[in-house]
T-cell receptor, first 114, second 112 residues
Framework: DAGVIQSPRHEVTEMGQEVTLRCKPI?????LFWYRQTMMRGLELLIY????????DSGMPEDRFSAKMPNASFSTLKIQPSEPRDSAVYFC????????????FGPGTRLTVL | QQPVQSPQAVILREGEDAVINCSSS?????VHWYRQKHGEAPVFLMI?????EQKGHDKISASFNEKKQQSSLYLTASQLSYSGTYFC?????????????FGPGTSLSVIP
């Protein structure tokens, strides 16, 4: 299996620009998670989906962040407009069966907002 | 409700042992352990359910003390490959849509 796939791996953008991060979960997994990792705040859960439906988005920082999962094999996390404080590594993870089963993380997207 | 991990960082020589603790002020249902090597994604190690069971994974094992609401990760005869940041994740209530809350991590460096 290819594992969780994320793109791009690195993104450098300027403040105010729109950023879209992409994720393809492991085939057959019912749950998809978006995390943000920074030195200051650690690994934070932003949102998770079950069968393409958003279940818990309480970790989404503000309205500038949005996430979608149009089908079982694709999800996006969008930041519009981006700000320097959004600079972080964003991970996507997927799990089979429940929201607390083993999570398989993608390689992450390192976002730098100048 | 983020769990507390201790120590924050530890440096070991190859062959030495280490213990990483994860504690919570709330009653735990399960504890999950992950390791993240520098520049890589977190990788699952093990899950412990309440009931105090101990699990093992090669020379890495963990226990869950329900009374203390604490889990400990034991690394025995450490190897260079053990270096990384260890995260515990806690689950508080077993519901249909619970989530795992990760701790701040413990940085472990193994030197020759």
């Amino acid at each position: 299996d290819a594992g969780v796939i994320q793109s791009p791996r690195h993104e450098v953008t300027e403040m105010g620009q729109e950023v879209t991060l992409r994720c393809k979960p492991i085939s057959g997994h019912d749950y998809l998670f978006w995390y943000r990792q920074t030195m200051m705040r650690g690994l934070e859960l932003l949102i998770y989906f079950n069968n393409n439906v958003p279940i818990d988005d309480s970790g989404m920082p503000e309205d500038r962040f949005s996430a979608k999962m149009p089908n079982a094999s694709f999800s996006t996390l969008k930041i519009q407009p981006s700000e320097p404080r959004d600079s972080a590594v964003y991970f996507c993870a997927s799990a089979l069966g429940s929201s607390t089963d083993t999570q398989y993380f993608g390689p992450g997207t390192r976002l730098t907002v100048l | 409700q983020q769990p507390v991990q201790s120590p924050q960082a530890v440096i070991l020589r190859e062959g030495e042992d280490a213990v990483i603790n994860c504690s919570s002020s709330k009653a735990l249902y399960s504890v999950h352990w992950y390791r993240q090597k520098h520049g890589e994604a977190p990788v699952f190690l093990m899950i412990l359910l309440k009931g105090g069971e101990q699990k093992g994974h090669d020379k890495i094992s963990a226990s869950f003390n329900e009374k203390k609401q604490q889990s400990s990760l034991y690394l025995t005869a450490s190897q260079l490959s053990y270096s990384g940041t260890y995260f515990c994740g806690t689950e508080y209530v077993k519901t249909s849509y619970d989530k795992v809350i990760f701790g701040p991590g413990t940085s472990l460096s193994v030197i020759p």
